[in-house]
């Protein structure tokens, strides 16, 4: 059964959207670090938590920051598939979010991301002189040299369906699948 806080099969989409929404405008919403799993070019599992910065209900899209460098950029481009996985205890919702991802590294879209994160903090993590992952002192020169060229890259998620899970407090969970065809009840 369904408990007060349960969107109704007509409101989960617009609701998990809401979610969404709201994680990429509050640092502190669960959502806002989900898990990106990927298939490695090894052919491996790799996830890693990433950082959601736009999620769009009309295009149905979810936007991610990287730098064009890390090892997620060259799995995305050979296999563009990936899940999206989002946790919130508060809710008792989890999210898996199947997505067909496109690695943008210029552009107008990405000029528009830089902007915004040029002056923030977060502007480092794309200027470094060193790839992601790459070992510390490994032959680059450790300074604070400027670089003219950032590293940024937008990863943009098309949706492709979502799996809701939804934990009741006495063992009542409820699971639906969201697809652009509408909502089905599937087995917790």
């Known amino acids: 059964m369904p408990n007060d806080s349960t969107p109704s099969d007509d409101t989960l989409a617009s609701r998990v959207w809401t979610e969404l929404s709201r994680a990429t405008r509050e640092r502190e919403h669960a959502w806002r670090t989900p898990v990106l799993a990927t298939l490695g070019v090894d052919q491996s599992p790799q996830a890693?938590?990433?950082v959601l910065r736009s999620a769009d209900a009309l295009r149905g899209e979810l936007r991610i920051f990287t730098d064009v460098r890390s090892p997620k950029v060259a799995e995305l481009r050979a296999r563009p598939q990936a899940v999206l996985v989002f946790w919130s205890a508060l809710l008792s919702w989890q999210l898996r979010v199947d997505v067909t991802m496109q690695v943008m590294d210029r552009g107008p879209d990405v000029d528009a991301a830089w902007e915004r994160i040029a002056r923030s903090a977060a502007a480092s993590d794309y200027l470094g002189p060193?790839?992601?992952?790459?070992?510390?002192?490994g032959g680059q020169a450790a300074s604070a040299e400027t670089v003219d060229a950032h590293h940024l890259a937008v990863?943009?998620?098309s949706v492709r369906a979502m799996d809701w899970l939804a934990l009741g407090?006495?063992?009542?969970h409820q699971r639906r699948g969201i697809t652009p065809q509408g909502v089905q009840h599937l087995v917790p």
């Open 169 to 172: 407090p006495h063992g009542q």
């Open 48 to 50: 890693r938590t990433v």
């Open 155 to 157: 990863l943009v998620g």
């Open 130 to 137: 060193a790839a992601p992952g790459q070992l510390m002192g």
